[in-house]
């Protein structure tokens, strides 16, 4: 929706007309020629064995597959200490991607399209496993420092986890009390990575997408079907399990079956529908669908709105 600045076209036609986005939105990224891009290629030539040429990005394009796969795969994945202070992400470059993602939503140069879009209730878990250094504030503002938001104050660091209160009823997977708490900082550790990256993400793009673009329609959604779900809960990427066939006949995958074959076919997730909870616009009081086991319900997304609040006022500090 934001290459080229929102022009979707090709050979004068649109290459789509509707966006569903699962878990993901705007992510504030700083430019391909940053500090931290510069230092994800001199990790790729170094791996490579590029360091001494005298061209070293002709030297990277001469390598055989195997090692050039290798090679860009030797930086921290998601699944490391660095979690989701990711390496590669759409970078801007000034001309397939103009500027920062957020800087194009508020600007309103993406394409404006009527869109689906939604997060699992626990998207940080998974992202939390392996920080277990992690035990009180100041490693928790450390950390966020150093590994993800190194240009930010250390001032807003600080405000940004203030708002998630060292409280483990208040943490990620949420609505379990105490439980699930794997190591002293994980659960707020999980809400915060969640938060920041995924669910109060969306909200921030949503709030900018229907003040920019106020008759475009727009639908979002909390999935919560894996609620109780051990240290997880409902994480990111459960919904590939639950919702797309490998669950054969549960509410969640009969629930995005139905709702996304309506929209993708007349732009309306209740198009189609005869017997479903009808989903509502999101402006139209800002109510998420929250698909549940059993049954589903809709919610009033203000839920953790000082941090949200915080999120979508500091964006040029949580560039990555």
Known sequence: MALYGG???????????GAIMNSGSVIPADPMDSPKGQRIYNVVVAAAGCTSAADRLACLRSLDYATFYNAV???????????????????????????SPE???????YTPVPFLIGDQEDEGTVFSLLQSNISDTDQLVDYYSTVFFPQAERSTIEELVALYPDDLSAGSPFRTGIFNNIYPQYKRLAA????????????????TA???????????????????????GTAHGSNIVGSFGLTIGSLPQLDFERYYISFINTLDPNALQTNAVNWPQYNNGARLLQLNLLSDNLLVDDFRKNAS??????????RQ
Not at 103 to 109: M, N, P, R, V
Not at 195 to 207: C, G, H
């Open 73 to 99: 795969n030797s930086v921290p994945s998601a699944v490391s200490y660095e979690s989701i202070a990711l390496s590669y992400l759409p970078r801007p470059d000034g001309k397939a991607l103009p500027e």
């Open 103 to 109: 800087i194009l939503a508020q600007a309103g140069k």
């Open 309 to 318: 609040d915080f999120i979508g006022g500091h964006l040029a500090s949580f």
């Open 210 to 232: 229907n003040s920019v673009f106020p008759d475009v329609p727009t639908w979002s959604y909390l999935a919560s079907y894996d609620y109780g779900f051990p240290v997880l």
């Open 7 to 17: 022009d979707n076209t090709y050979k004068g036609k649109a290459l789509f007309r």
């Open 192 to 207: 915060i990575m969640g938060d920041v990256v995924f669910t109060l993400a969306r909200r921030v793009f949503l709030e």
